[in-house]
């Protein structure tokens, strides 16, 4: 599946953006979808699981309440809408793939397919 990332972009604290990956390729309900992130000179982290229907999310307890990760089958697109954003919270968003029913999956190597990555810079 090919997984194409957008809607990064600068933003104050406090504000919000929110993210759309769009896939092609494959049957996009077959997959978990997940986003990450890498800050400079930091490991790539785990952000935000949602499940191939939709019904069930996994937040990391850094953006948990913030963050909210969802999923349209018919577009083929998920989401993460991101709220009061902070200046820790800057870094490059990815979003990535991993076959649906084998877990949530937080660490980079579960996921099977990758997009390329949007900034998300939060300055004043």
């Known amino acids: 599946v090919q997984l194409q990332a957008s809607g990064g972009g600068l933003v104050q604290p406090g504000g919000s953006l929110r993210l759309s990956c769009a896939a092609s390729?494959?049957?996009?309900?077959?997959?978990?979808m997940g986003w990450f992130r890498q800050a400079p000179g930091k490991e790539r982290e785990f952000v935000a699981a949602?499940?191939?229907?939709?019904?069930?999310?996994y937040y990391a307890d850094s953006v948990k309440g913030r963050f909210t990760i969802s999923r349209d089958n018919a577009k083929n697109t998920v989401y993460l809408q991101m709220n009061s954003l902070k200046p820790e919270d800057t870094a490059v968003y990815y979003c990535?793939?991993?076959?649906?029913?084998?877990?949530?999956?937080?660490?980079?190597?579960?996921?099977?397919?990758w997009g390329q990555g949007t900034q998300v810079t939060v300055s004043s």
């Open positions: 390729g494959r049957t996009f309900s077959d997959y978990t």
């Open positions: 949602i499940s191939w229907s939709g019904g069930s999310t």
């Open positions: 990535a793939a991993r076959p649906r029913g084998t877990g949530w999956g937080t660490l980079s190597y579960d996921y099977d397919y």
